[in-house]
Each structure stands twice: as C-alpha cells, then as structure tokens.
C-alpha cells in the first residue's frame, strides 16, 4: 500500500513509523519541520505544501492508495484532502481541531450532487479522546474499556492490588467467572498471553473479555464491591472537558469542572446544566481542597499543557483520590505519567492513530481496539468456510492469540475448547502487535 502523508507533526511521525515496514510512505512538508525521527524512517520526503496540485503530482499522488493529511493547520488539510480527492479520486483522511469544521465537514456521501468530491474520513482527536475517556470513566476501577458486539461483549483491563485474594495463585485456579476469558497480562513492561497454569502476581495490569453481564460480576467479584462512579471532578473546560462532562450529565454521574479562564466558565455554565462550574487553577490546592476534590470518586486532568496535567495529577492524587486519569498530548510521555503512579494517561493522539489503523485495514479483518499503547490488538475476523466444524482445542495459531467472544448472527458466544467454528461467524481475537500479521494471514486461507 502506498501512503502520502500531508504534515511533518508528532502525528505525522507516529503515522509514519506506525505503517513504514508494510507500506510504502510519502512525507510532504517544509523541511524545516523535517525531525531526525524522519531521518530514521525508510520513507520518502518531498518539501512542499500539498495544497499545491505540482506537489501532490510530485508525491506520485495517481499511484497513492491513502492520502492522510495532519498538519497543525485544519484550512491546510482540508484543501490537501479536496485537492487529492479532484485529481485522483483517492481516499482522503483528514485531521481537524475544530468541532465546527468535522460537522461541516462530514457530509452524507450517499447524496447523489456530492459526485465523488469529498473527504472520505474526517478525524478530530479530542473527540476520540473523549469517548475513550467515557468509557473509562463510566466502568469504574478499569485501566481501559472497549466495547463489542453493541455492548454485548467488552474487554476491561484491571490492576491486581498486593491485598487482592488472587495473588498467588495459577489463573486456572482463581475462578474467575463464567463467560470471561483472561486474554493478556501487563507485567512491568512485557505484555503477554496467559494459560492456566499463569500465576498472577501483585501489581499485573489483567485484561479480560467475555460478556458485559459475566464481567460485571467479575468485576464486583474480584476488583471491587460493585462500586459504581458517582461523582467526578475534571480539570480543564476545552472541547474534551465540555464533551465529557455533556457525556457525564446523561448518565446523571455528579461532575465539577475547574476552569482557569473565566470566560470559558461563562460558556460551560450556559451549556451545561448540572456541572458545577468553579472558575480557578488546578495547580492550587487550597482550591481543590476547599472544593473537596479529595473525595471525588475519579479525577481527569485534561488541559492542553502535559506538566500542568502531570502536577494537577499528582496534587490529587496526594489528597486521596482512588482513580486519576491524565490526558497527555506528548506520546512518549505516558510510561512517565504511569511511572510516577498516575492510574491511567491517556492522549488523543494515540486514539487516532488507532482510528487509522482501523481505516486502513482490509473489509474482512478490523482492528477494533489497541490496548496498552499499541501493544496488543483487538482483531474482528469473519471466519471463511474453510473452518465450518473446527474446533476452538483444534486451532493451531502459529503465534500467541486467544479467540475471546464469537459473534454468530445475534447470538455472543464465549468460546471452550469444545465450541464449533461456523462459516460466517465474527471472531474477536486478541493477540500482541507485533503477531497481529501472522494472525491474519492465517484465516486468509486460499
């Protein structure tokens, strides 16, 4: 697959070093804004802007498959994608900051006068970022929350505390509940798939899937007295601060925001109609204290500055809140975030290079979800006739995966050894990233 990326940004590079080794990759940008990172990268670099018609055709534009456009400036990739779109008819991804210009944007392309002139996928970051966010919001105590099947099936990732019954034991012998499948464990830095004979230690970060019903009562099982999240405080009034808190109100969750310019406030006290709204610095903690921060149930730090969310983390974190989430816009910052006990950092850039992998993959294999910054993935497969009658004990993956739920119509099944594959059926496989390939190749049989 050939690949032209529009914008030498963190994006960029991260989309860039993400599909390098599989693809054949096209940067277009200012060399001004060419990094080392670049320099590292079997990749292609033509300086330019790619609004320019002479450099899109420079850039091999006519034997492309994906045009991807990601500069900080939002006019800049929409006229990219508009502009590779007339002259070639290629996929376009777009990225924008602005609410305002995705709705605009994001037309139904099933309209008869739209021809073939628009943008085929529109991303904005922070909207990603937030519903990423809901949902870890929404399940309380889990490191990470993805959802399947329309809710029928999920994955949840937990941290065994040093107190929990199941330190110790082999993961056979923890009876865990019917219906929920330990697929992964997270210990220190490495990642990797279980069996029964596993034994958990202090401090693994589990993932589990199976049903939503069967993992709730896990949940209430193992990592906690079926607590529900009842009040949340969010540090920061942008767009991910509003939209969450919007997302809170409809699950009638209590939420405070902490907003530093008043002006900001005024907005969010007109739009919002049940979020406290206090004008004032996350950073003092006279303020969080007078506004007993300190006893919400989860508090997210997500403005714009990577230090002001680390310190206002930590701040919190010291007055005895259980769950703190920070939103992090530098990648590479995150494993610092975790390191200094932040529970869960999150970036919106992370979320979108998800979304393009997703966009990019082929009609029959998805990646639904990533988990553990990109170190494991989340693959829906449909089963070719080819294995109609093969039992799950019978499939022999030539690298670690666990098939965690089925999909058979409107049925969701969570496999044994003894469950029978149909032709047709929807496989959600989980597997590490690197053996995500091998995965897939071996259900593309001939």
């Known amino acids: 697959m050939k690949i032209v990326i529009y914008g030498a940004t963190e994006i960029g590079c991260l989309l860039a070093t993400e599909f390098f080794e599989e693809c054949d990759i096209t940067v277009i940008d200012k060399e001004e804004n060419r990094t080392d990172e670049f320099d590292k990268l079997d990749i292609s670099f033509i300086q330019g802007n790619a609004t320019d018609i002479k450099i899109l055709k420079k850039a091999d534009i006519f034997n492309a498959d994906v045009f991807i456009a990601c500069t900080a400036l939002d006019e800049a990739n929409i006229v990219a994608c508009l502009s590779a779109k007339k002259i070639s008819g290629i996929r376009t ?3 924008v900051s602005k609410e305002e210009y995705k709705n605009s944007i ?81 210990r220190e830095d490495l990642l990797f798939i279980p069996n029964g004979l596993t034994q958990i230690n202090a401090d693994d970060k589990l993932i589990f899937m199976g049903t939503s019903r069967s993992l709730d009562v896990l949940a209430g099982t193992f990592f906690h007295d079926k607590e529900q999240v009842k009040s949340v405080a969010i540090i920061g009034g942008g767009n991910v601060g509003f939209m969450l808190a919007k997302s809170l109100e409809v699950m009638k969750i209590k939420s405070k925001i902490i907003e530093k310019n008043y002006e900001r406030c005024e907005f969010l006290s007109q739009e919002l109609n049940k979020t406290m709204v206090i004008n004032g610095d996350g950073t003092d903690l006279k303020l969080l204290n007078d506004e007993e921060i300190g006893e919400c149930d989860v508090v997210i730090s997500v403005t714009n500055n990577d230090e002001r969310n680390l310190l206002c983390s930590l701040l919190v974190k010291q007055l005895g809140v259980k769950r703190v989430i920070a939103r992090v816009s530098k990648v590479l910052n995150i494993p610092l975030f975790e390191k200094v006990g932040i529970d869960i950092a999150v970036s919106p850039k992370t979320s979108a290079i998800n979304e393009v992998r997703n966009d990019l993959n082929e009609a029959d294999v998805d990646i639904l979800a990533t988990v553990e910054q990109g170190q494991a993935e989340v693959l829906e497969i449909t089963l070719k006739s080819e294995f109609n009658g093969t039992l799950i004990r019978d499939i022999n993956f030539p690298v670690s995966a666990i098939i965690g739920v089925i999909q058979r119509r409107n049925h969701v099944i969570i496999p044994k050894g003894d469950t029978l594959l149909r032709d047709n059926d929807v496989l959600i496989v989980f597997t590490k990233a690197e053996d995500a390939e091998r995965i897939k190749e071996y259900f593309k049989v001939a």
């Open 93 to 95: 991804i777009c990225f």
């Open 106 to 186: 994001e037309l139904d392309k099933s309209r008869d006068y739209l021809g073939d002139f628009f943008i085929d996928n529109i991303i904005w970051p922070e909207e990603l970022l937030t519903q990423e966010l809901f949902r870890i919001v929404t399940v309380a105590h889990a490191l990470d929350v993805e959802n399947f099947a329309d809710g029928r099936a999920r994955l949840l990732e937990y941290k065994v505390k040093p107190t929990s019954e199941i330190v110790g034991k082999m993961v056979k012998d923890c009876g865990f509940t019917r219906d929920t499948i330990i697929v992964g464990i997270k």
